[in-house]
């Protein structure tokens, strides 16, 4: 069974860079385009990005300058650095794979969450 | 950018047919994916490529996608059902997520 689990600060100042990272058991992570999505408090879900395999990523254009995902040094793992972070920022983040090694969308398979806070 | 539009609400009475709608253009050349998201918990994936059941989801949720409208149809829908329910789509370059809408079961 394939299991995701987020990790990292919940609480980020402004103007700080967050940063996450997300575990992945029962799976390769040397297959599929692994995602990162957020959501704000009480809003829908948003994209932010993914990272595959080879190192490529494709970024939502809305955070294209901010943002950062690579693959972790134990190949168990891989990142999102957000930079200059805002209150607009402070949302519940996943991360999540998509159902084939060929789908860019349709995740069924999602970590927890974790809820970060961006706050001076 | 791409945009899925979703209505913010949707009632139906226990038993009755729900349907909820996702609007983008020409939507229906597109693969159409939904989720479901109850308070506090990660999104599940309840209908991907348009029609495509995952395992473990009920025969009660379908699908139907084309010109520039997605739907997402629950049959006999149960009180269980009641939750946020998302659409997305892959444009071509990015992952986009409709608005989202409420299903009320009442």
């Known amino acids: 069974q394939v299991q995701l689990q987020e990790s990292g600060p919940g609480l980020v100042k402004t103007s700080e860079t967050l940063s996450l990272s997300c575990a992945v058991s029962g799976d390769s992570i040397s297959s599929h385009h692994w995602s990162w999505i957020r959501q704000s408090p009480g809003k829908g879900l948003e994209w932010i990005g993914f990272v595959r395999y080879t190192g490529n990523t494709n970024y939502n254009p809305s955070f294209n300058s901010r943002v950062t995902m690579s693959l972790g040094t134990s190949k168990k793992q891989f990142s999102l650095n957000l930079r200059s972070v805002t209150a607009a920022d402070t949302a519940i983040y996943y991360c999540?794979?998509?159902?084939?090694?060929?789908?860019?969308?349709?995740?069924?398979?999602w970590g927890q969450g974790i809820m970060v806070t961006v706050s001076s | 950018s791409y945009d899925l539009t979703q209505p913010p609400s949707v009632s139906v009475s226990p038993g009755q047919t729900a349907s909820i709608t996702c609007s983008g253009d020409?939507?229906?050349?597109?693969?159409a994916t939904w989720y479901q998201q109850k308070p506090g918990q990660s999104p599940i994936l309840v209908l991907y490529?348009?029609?495509k059941r995952p395992s473990g989801i009920p025969e009660r949720f379908s699908g139907s996608n084309s010109g520039n409208t997605a739907t997402l149809t629950i049959s006999g829908t149960q009180a269980m059902d009641e939750a946020d329910y998302y659409c997305?789509?892959?444009?071509?370059?990015?992952?986009?997520f409709g608005g989202g809408t409420k299903l009320t079961v009442l």
């Open positions: 999540a794979r998509p159902i084939s090694e060929t789908s860019r969308g349709s995740f069924d398979v």
């Open positions: 997305q789509t892959w444009d071509g370059s990015a992952v986009v």
């Open positions: 490529q348009d029609t």
């Open positions: 020409k939507l229906g050349n597109k693969y």
